[in-house]
């Protein structure tokens, strides 16, 4: 039986490299995707590289939505 994702709940972000909520995951997907500017984003200028954390981004189950 394959693990479902719980979307709505806090989960650790390699991006952040932290445990963050469902809300933060979503907006710095929507800024990491470039639905968003980044700067939109407060969390996300405590990323040093924003195209490496696109990559992570990319890779991570949680931006399968």
Same mark, same amino acid.
């Given at each position: 039986?394959?693990?479902?994702? $719980?979307?709505?709940?806090?989960?650790?972000?390699?991006?952040?490299?932290? +445990?963050?909520?469902? $809300?933060?995951?979503?907006?710095?997907?929507?800024?990491?995707?470039? $639905?968003?500017?980044?700067?939109?984003?407060?969390?996300?200028? !405590? +990323?040093? $590289?924003? !195209?490496?954390?696109?990559?992570?981004?990319?890779?991570?189950?949680?931006?399968?939505?």
């Amino acid at each position: 039986m394959a693990y479902k994702l $719980d979307y709505e709940a806090d989960h650790y972000c390699p991006v952040y490299e932290r +445990v963050i909520c469902a $809300d933060l995951c979503y907006e710095s997907l929507c800024g990491l995707k470039r $639905d968003v500017k980044v700067s939109s984003i407060p969390e996300l200028s !405590e +990323v040093k $590289d924003i !195209e490496a954390a696109r990559q992570i981004c990319k890779a991570c189950e949680y931006s399968k939505l």
